[in-house]
């Protein structure tokens, strides 16, 4: 059994029977003694010979590193900007009632109330847990679109800011300090 590591990918294999590889894509018992030290994203393959990467190279796997973990963690903040739509909000507040930020019945009466569109009342609003809660009259259908599109620009806002700010870390260390509270 020997070691291999692949010339393209770096993908290392420290028990390798050396006869299942191509030497044309393979490195067979490749010296990694000087590089015991080195992270594995430092390596690069130079003939035969695993070597470590110069500073300016380093520099550059540094930047494309951070703006992958940079997006990764602003993919999350997404997600977890879709959690808190899906669980909605409380209103009135203190009321018990929660409503979905996202239904298509929701947007619907939603701008028919935006477009002036009459609406015939009592209308019916359906909770989280599907439980129906009349709206009287257009003043009360007023305050609750009006709460409901509060509460969406404050989580959208947030999540920017959150984005905004992950995209503006200089270093992992400051990406790693950020932490989405919401």
């Not at 390798?16 to 018992?29: E, H, L, Q, V, Y």
């Not at 507040?93 to 028919?112: E, V």
């Not at 999540?159 to 992950?166: F, K, M, P, R, T």
Request: glycine share 4%.
């Amino acid at each position: 059994m020997s070691a291999v590591i692949h010339r393209t990918t770096l993908e290392y294999r420290p028990l390798a029977s050396t006869g299942r590889f191509d030497p044309a894509d393979w490195i067979i018992n490749p010296d990694l003694s000087a590089l015991a030290a080195v992270d594995k994203k430092y390596w690069k393959i130079v003939g035969d010979t695993v070597v470590e990467m110069d500073q300016g190279e380093k520099d550059a796997v540094d930047v494309i590193v951070l703006q992958q973990l940079k997006d990764e963690k602003s993919e999350v903040a997404r997600e977890r900007t879709d959690e808190i739509y899906d669980a909605g909000f409380e209103h009135p507040s203190a009321s018990g009632d929660w409503f979905p930020l996202r239904s298509d019945n929701r947007l619907d009466w939603l701008a028919a109330g935006e477009l002036g569109t009459s609406l015939s009342y009592p209308f019916k609003i359906m909770t989280r847990d599907d439980q129906a809660v009349s709206v009287a009259n257009n003043g009360s259908l007023q305050l609750y679109r009006g709460a409901a599109v509060t509460r969406s620009m404050l989580i959208l806002a947030a999540q920017n800011d959150l984005i905004e700010s992950y995209q503006a870390a200089v270093d992992e260390a400051a990406l790693d300090a950020l932490v989405d509270s919401r």
